[in-house]
């Protein structure tokens, strides 16, 4: 009987590698590396040390299918979980608005306006995943923040982020999440230092709602189904009724909308109205003072 050589592996067969199924991509390699090392648990630096090392059937099984999806589009914060934003990690469901690093700079304003105010009050309207208010709850602990959504939904998730993200011992107390369309659920003796908003401000006809992420996140969050200035000038009317003397109001707004939403802080008798820009150069948020003698 004549001994025969074994037949070769075919390549499938042989174990895969955290740096085989980079290679072999079709995403953009940080995208790839982000879902990688969420499924396996890693850190970045481990796809490095540990790239060569096989890895189980049920992991590499997983990594595709969150690759295929992506690849037809998904978020990557949706097929993860989770978006960093102002350092600190929240949990992300189709259900609310991906944070974004340019909202960020509405943090960092509101932030600069109550800086000489102790125990500063602060609104956040329309809170999403609580991003903005969670963000400046822990950057100041003394503040005392409340943020209103529409959505129950969202409400859960902003909650949860608030009790895993803030110390719950912090001086202001913990962030009060509110169900109410804009003001309407707010007790009507409540004033703050600080109201913020990142609304819906994507006119309904506009083609990007049709494209990239945005096509998987919640479209109530994104537009307000007219021209895309009916939810800020809601925010931007009722807010002299609910800011202490020399209160600040800021909004985010699309990138073609700054000169009209500084014309509705003029009109309802904001002062120091300006608008700011992010680091792409867009002005992307406007706000105003509301001075003792416009109450």
Known sequence: MTETSPAPLHPTALPATADALLRASPLPPLEARILLTHVLGWRRTQLITRGEE???R????RYRALEARRVVGEPVAQLVGAREFFGLEFEVTPQVLIPRPETELLVETALAAIEHRPRARVLDLGTGTGAIAVAIASMRPDAQVWALDRSTDALAVAARNGARLLDAQRPGGAVAFL??????????????DA?????????SGDPHLGEGDLRFEPRSALTDEADGLS??????AGAPERLAADGALWVEHGYDQAEAVR??????????VRSERDLAG??????????AAAT
Do not use: C, K, Q, T
Not at 197 to 202: A, E, G, K, L
């Open 231 to 236: 939810a800020i000038r809601a925010i931007v």
């Open 179 to 192: 169900h109410s369309d804009w003001y309407g659920s707010l007790d009507p003796a409540l004033r703050f």
């Open 282 to 291: 867009i002005a992307r948020i406007s706000g105003g003072v509301l001075r």
């Open 54 to 56: 096989p890895l189980e």
């Open 58 to 61: 049920a992991s590499v099984e």
């Open 195 to 203: 109201i913020v908003s990142n609304p819906p401000y994507i006119a």
């Open 263 to 272: 014309a509705l802080l003029s009109a309802r008798g904001f002062a120091e």
